[in-house]
């Protein structure tokens, strides 16, 4: 048999191992030997001599150094280089250790250490940075969370997770109590500061990731000093002439961002981060590369090949990637035509193709692309000090050529899973070869075999653990959140990997009761949004296999052929109409077409959807954006659009279905509430912009509770959701109690309520306040009916249930008419004369409702709207009002527009306080009440825009022609195509370029109720208009204000 090791080597392996002794391994090989002979007549034969194993070139590093001492010994040489290039301007090395010493200190002031961990909960990418290094100095291993994140899942992660801190923001609501770490990212708050701490050691815990994990709970991967430090110096040997300036473009909860915001600090390098929307964003991307002399940057390969795509359709953007040297690629698996057709752009750029789980120090093997790669892309070859195994299912080495699993081993590897010793175990398993280093080998997951020249080949994945757009996706974590919703009976999700990215699938059976809407809301709430499946099947049962498993292949034969047959669609057109080359280009971008089925009804998403753009414009020579696509979704209305040139007008709406919207119905005759009793209040819309303020002027009355219905999976789920709404508008503890939150959901029957929680409200709540809806001016009548109008008319009979009940409801003063008739406050404008725009038509047919409500006694009161500014005090705006769009825009163009247009400028505090006071039982409203909350005198829109500020002072006004030249550049990024559906187009000239955009609401509109209310209530309406408009101007230039878009709908479901 062959020789399991010597003492020399248990010794050697004594130093390194982790978890397990070298005898006990130098056994445990003899076993496993022994029972190899036994299987299969013959000793185990070792990896390298049937060319199972590859192993890296064996570099020494030093022996106590870690990634602190790189960085560290770097600022001391370097301490007046660039470190950081950010969207408010740079930070020395200088910089960057005063502001990570001050997050240092803190995290030592409150006990953190070695061995201890540390919840980043804040996504801006600059304290991310700053907040890394400070707690490494402290000893403490950082944990990185996205705060988009369901509620309920950072609770569970960092209840498993046991932080001794958490640095940024508070941990939301039902998650472990931890003392809350400030970062602060400029240098002159901050005195100089060397806290003494006691220094991590190569062996210690640096960061863990959550990655998805097959029992529904995600796993928290642990990796070590030692690992990283030995990945940062590779990639120094191997890049150190590309890396000067580095773009950070990758998730912060993506273990790649590891190397892009660290490994350049370690060797003197800029990071750069970048100020843009998304990943999507290729304009601002590709801007940001040119500007800082960007030379190196990462992408998944599903990212990559959209950019590819666009940089061979637009060869006068090639330029601005003229200082790039290096482009790494990883997460999935790399398309080859993509990556050969970037190569023949960009000779200059070197592709690298990286592999390596989160498990294992981020990447443990690279290939550099190489014309030879035209058929497919080898992973590669392992780093230093890292070994690479193709094992079977015994754990026996593969001959070369045969596929097994892949194996890592070396420095590389990580500590296990933090808390889970028995997962830890089935993955980190005992090494029993003694030419390979390390006690323990991981078991990645991945089938690969080892090609005749020596180079790891990728082959597919051993469980149900996928790739979606680079993020690593266990659909065991996907079927577990699904079956959390009551009713559903079976769930099983695959992989369509028909069209040009992969799509998750969801079949599932379920009560009647439960709809296929109501299962993907469920998902958006349970799962991050690249968990969320794109397609959902119902069945009445799923297939099975003669073990009980699922059939999954019944179920992959079910999708391809419930998916509707492309050569069908294109054979009902005619040859080369346009129709069918748009089926032809469904079928390249979603893998299928359909003749009037709904693009996003057949999964389609927001990189499909920038896709088909990209593809319309290179077939038609026309430019869409995603907006475009909402109204023409269907093939036949996107041929139209082609036609036309320009977006579809809007639908009329039915008579007869107009008439049943209007129609209430008997309320019946019910007691009123008694004067001493007035009953809790019944907000509806709480996480929305308007309604977060109103909650919180509720708050502060504290005379009644407020119970908020908010659409979530449970009611601690919807208390999260307010929690969270509440501290992003700047509010604190005191607005955090006297409110409860209920899960519901205004689109349902009863509010999606059980009958016992209905019957609660109707006897208990004595005041609703209609603060939700979907406001969207962008979407047709039919498509906001549901919510404004039918969800509105179940409020209304909920008014009038057990006891009659006072509804105040949120409008707009857009349900004027078109030809300037005065809007008075008992003026409604004929439906044939109102704007074409849904919103405006929805909010007519409430008042309607609210109307007849009225006449039947119920005490009604319409509070309408124009545009609602941002707080008075905070500078705290609507990140989804056009006005803030378009302010935003102006900024990142750095000019702005001609404009002689005036908006409104109420701010939202003033709101809120009108319509908490509506609410009390002291102040009467009479059944019918209209208010018309419009300021005494509006803004010109040119003294928001000339107080915009940038580098080089105040933004210059250009013709809107090239105005919005420079807009329509920023395709693939939603906000701004959001602004680009609004604005005239170029055809308009005589037209203010804004006039979509603003609106003067105060032209024609009697105000004199809401101006007495204003002046009872003490507001001082109007009266400090300049400070308040500074006060945003100044909080939007600094902040970014992030709009959560997990889904192409430019709508606020509140």
């Known amino acids: 048999m062959q020789s399991t090791g010597t003492t020399k080597s248990c010794l050697r392996h004594c130093r390194y191992g982790i978890l397990r002794t070298a ?25 390298a001599e049937v060319g199972a194993l590859l192993t890296g070139p064996v570099r020494p590093r ?11 010994d770097t600022i001391r040489t370097h301490p007046d280089a660039v470190a950081i290039i950010h969207p408010a301007g740079t930070l020395t090395y200088r910089d960057v250790d005063r502001l990570a010493g001050a997050v240092t200190a803190d995290l030592l002031a409150v006990g953190a250490g070695r061995g201890d961990f540390v919840a980043l909960l804040l996504d801006d990418r600059v304290g991310l940075l700053v907040a890394m290094l400070g707690t490494m100095r402290s000893g403490a291993a950082f944990v ?125 390098g800029t990071v750069v981060i970048p100020d843009r929307t998304g990943i999507l964003d290729f304009d601002a991307t590709l801007a940001q590369i040119h500007r800082h002399g960007v030379t190196m940057t990462d992408f998944v390969p599903s990212i990559f090949d959209l950019l590819v795509e666009r940089l061979q359709n637009r060869p006068q953007d090639r330029h601005l990637l003229a200082s790039m040297r290096q482009v790494f690629i990883g997460g999935e698996a790399a398309k080859p035509h993509a990556v050969q057709a970037f190569r023949r752009m960009f000779a200059q750029v070197r592709v690298t193709n990286t592999y390596g789980p989160t498990e294992a120090s981020i990447g443990s093997v690279f290939h550099a692309v ?46 296990g899973y933090h808390g889970d010793a028995e997962r830890t175990r089935q993955v980190f398993v005992p090494n029993p070869y003694d030419e390979v280093p390390g006690d323990l080998l991981y078991r990645t997951g991945d089938f690969g075999w080892v090609r005749e020249d020596g180079l790891l080949m990728f082959s597919g994945r051993r469980d149900a653990q996928v790739q979606i757009t680079g993020v690593r996706v266990d659909l065991g974590e996907i079927e577990y959140a699904l079956t959390t919703l009551p009713g559903v009976q079976q769930v099983k999700v695959v992989v369509d990997e028909a069209g040009a990215t992969a799509m998750l699938v969801c079949f599932y059976s379920a009560e009647r009761g439960v709809t296929e809407e109501a299962l993907r809301e469920h998902a958006r709430a349970a799962l991050p949004a690249a968990l969320v499946p794109g397609r959902f099947v119902r069945l ?109 007008p809007p639908p009329d709406v039915a008579p007869h279905e107009l008439a049943s919207d209007l129609r209430l119905g008997e309320l019946g005759r019910v007691r009123v509430r008694r004067p001493d009793d007035p009953g809790a209040i019944l907000l509806v819309g709480a996480t929305g912009f308007i309604g977060t303020h109103v909650l919180a002027a509720l708050s502060a009355q504290g005379d009644r509770p407020v119970v908020c219905l908010v659409r979530a999976t449970d009611h601690e789920a919807a208390r999260h959701r307010v929690t969270a709404a509440l501290t992003a508008a700047g509010y604190g503890p005191a607005e955090l109690i006297g409110w409860s939150a209920l899960a519901g959901d205004l689109d349902q029957p009863h509010l999606g309520l059980m009958a016992a929680d209905w019957r609660r409200l109707c006897r208990q709540v004595g005041t609703i306040v209609d603060a939700g809806g979907r406001v969207d001016t962008l979407r047709d009548y039919a498509d906001l009916r549901t919510t404004n109008v039918h969800g509105l008319r179940t409020l209304i009979h909920l008014a009038g249930a057990h006891v009659r009940k006072r509804i105040i409801s949120l409008s707009t003063t857009t349900v004027r008419d078109v030809h300037g008739t005065p809007l008075a406050e008992s003026f409604l404008a004929p439906w044939s004369t109102l704007p074409a725009d849904g919103y405006s038509q929805s909010k007519w047919v409430g008042e309607q409702l609210l109307r007849a409500a009225a006449e039947q006694g119920v005490p009604t009161a319409v509070v309408r709207l124009g545009e609602v500014a941002a707080h008075s005090r905070t500078g705290h705006a609507n990140p989804r009002s056009s006005v803030t769009m378009i302010l935003r825009l102006c900024l990142r163009l750095g000019v702005r527009p001609p404009t002689r247009l005036h908006v409104d400028w109420t701010p939202v505090d003033v709101v809120a306080r009108m319509v908490a006071a509506l609410t ?61 559906a609004v604005l005239r187009p170029r055809s308009a000239a005589a037209t203010d370029a804004l006039a979509g955009v603003c609106h003067d609401a105060l032209v024609g509109t ?22 308040e408009i500074d006060t945003m101007i100044d909080r939007l230039t600094r902040t970014s204000l992030s709009v959560n878009r997990p889904h192409l709908s430019t709508a606020t479901v509140q």
């Open 370 to 415: 190489s014309e030879d790669d035209r058929q497919v892309i080898p992973l590669g070859l392992p780093l230093p000090n890292t070994s690479v195994l193709i094992l079977d299912e015994h754990g026996d080495p593969t001959p070369r050529g045969e596929i097994g699993e892949i194996h890592l081993a070396g420095v590389c590897l990580g500590a």
């Open 23 to 47: 005898w006990e391994r130098c056994l445990r090989g003899v076993l496993r030997n022994t029972l190899t002979v036994a299987r299969t007549g013959r000793a185990r034969r070792s990896p």
């Open 62 to 72: 030093p022996i106590d150094e870690t990634v602190v001492d790189l960085i560290d």
């Open 144 to 268: 990185p969370f996205d705060r988009a994140w369901p509620a309920l899942r950072q609770v569970r992660m960092l209840d498993g997770l046991s932080p001794v801190a958490a640095v940024g923001s508070h941990p939301p609501d039902g998650a472990p109590a931890v003392p809350v770490i400030g970062v602060r990212t400029d240098p002159a708050t901050v005195r100089v500061t060397s806290p003494a701490a006691d220094r991590p050691r190569p062996e210690d815990p640096i960061y863990a990731f959550f990655t998805s994990g097959s029992t529904g709970l995600p796993k928290c991967a642990v990796n070590l000093h030692h690992g990283l430090v030995n990945r940062f110096l590779s990639m120094t040997e191997r890049f150190a002439a590309d890396g000067g300036v580095v773009l950070q473009n990758s998730a912060h909860t993506f273990d790649s961002s590891i190397w892009q915001l660290l490994w350049p600090l370690t060797r003197g």
């Open 1006 to 1027: 009697d105000t004199i109720r809401a101006a007495r209310m204003a002046r009872d209530l003490g507001l001082g309406w109007g009266t400090s208009r300049d400070r």
């Open 920 to 980: 009390e039982p002291r102040h009467p409203v009479p059944p019918g009440t209209v208010l018309n909350v419009v300021a005494p005198a509006s803004v010109p829109v040119t003294d928001l825009l000339s107080r915009l500020r940038a580098d080089a002072g105040a933004l210059p006004e250009i013709p809107y022609d090239r105005f919005l030249d420079r807009a329509a550049d920023l395709v693939g990024d939603d906000e701004t195509a959001r602004c680009l």
């Open 540 to 648: 009445a049962t799923l297939p099975l296999l003669s073990n009980g498993k699922v059939d999954q292949e019944r179920l992959r034969r079910r999708l391809a052929g419930a998916a509707p047959r492309a050569a069908d669609t294109e054979a009902a057109y005619p040859p080369e109409s346009v129709e069918a080359r748009i089926a032809q280009i469904w079928t390249r971008v979603l893998g299928f077409s359909a003749y009037d089925d709904d693009f996003y009804c057949l999964g389609g998403t927001s990189l499909g959807a920038a896709r088909l753009a990209v593809e319309f414009e290179r077939t038609f020579g026309i430019r869409l954006d995603v907006r475009d696509l909402i109204r023409a979704a269907t093939i036949p209305a996107q041929a139209e659009l082609v036609r036309r040139g320009r977006p579809l």
